[in-house]
């Protein structure tokens, strides 16, 4: 079955550390990735998606993701976390040719001040 | 704010009753999907529609059965409620399929 991983399930850094944050998938063809960030008693808000193309993928507040097809990864980076980034991450896939959104199960930053 | 519309925001109810949750995707969006996340379970693909056909299906139990409607909007019902219901309810849509997902603010239900 077609399924995400996401290996880290709570991160806790320091202000200023950099961050990496693991997705691998497993499906052999065409995917659309997303990653998905939840911060405290809010909803899910888009953070950067990859569809083709550069596979280096930048998006908002700093966060960049590299796809590598050959590794079936997704990571997710920043290279100084702050303090308003402690929130819940996912990393989200759809095949192509699918209808379905397979959510990996999510990792949670805390960023000490 | 996504431009995703729940209502309610909250719910309380008891064991054995039904609810319907109400999504409203944002304009001109014709996917829409349901997600439950609880604590324990994460973040639970339910179910998908796209113009008011059903396209996908999650783990979304028996009890539980949803519908989107010729103006876009979709409800989730859930009947015979168990307390193991009790989480978060998010609806979100997308322009077409494949699309980045824009998420709805939630309803909280709590099952007593």
């Known amino acids: 079955a077609q399924s995400v991983s996401q290996h880290n399930h709570h991160v806790i850094l320091s202000e200023a550390a950099s961050l990496e944050l693991g997705c691998n998938y497993s499906?052999?063809?065409?995917?659309?990735l997303f990653w998905y960030v939840q911060y405290p008693g809010q909803h899910l808000q888009l953070l950067l998606k990859?569809?083709?193309?550069?596979?280096l993928v930048k998006g908002i507040k700093g966060f960049e993701a590299e796809f590598i097809k050959s590794k079936f990864s997704f990571n997710l980076r920043k290279p100084s976390v702050q303090w308003s980034d402690t929130a819940e991450y996912f990393c989200a896939v759809i095949p192509s040719g699918t209808y379905k959104y397979i959510f990996g199960t999510g990792t949670r930053l805390k960023v000490l001040a | 704010d996504s431009g995703v519309t729940q209502t309610p925001k909250h719910l309380i109810t008891a064991t054995g009753q039904r609810v319907t949750l109400r999504c409203s995707p944002r304009s001109g969006d014709l996917s829409v999907y349901w997600y439950q996340q609880s604590l324990d379970q994460g973040l639970q693909f339910l179910i998908q529609?796209?113009?008011?056909?059903?396209?996908a299906k999650g783990n979304i139990l028996e009890r539980f059965s949803a519908q989107q409607f010729p103006d876009l909007h979709s409800e989730l019902n859930l009947s015979s409620l168990e307390l193991g219901d009790s989480a978060l309810y998010f609806c979100?849509?997308?322009?077409?399929?494949?699309?980045?997902?824009?998420f709805g603010p939630g309803t909280r239900l709590t099952v007593t």
């Open positions: 529609y796209y113009n008011g056909e059903e396209r």
């Open positions: 499906y052999g063809g065409t995917v659309n």
């Open positions: 990859y569809f083709s193309g550069d596979p």
């Open positions: 979100a849509s997308s322009a077409q399929l494949g699309d980045e997902q824009y």
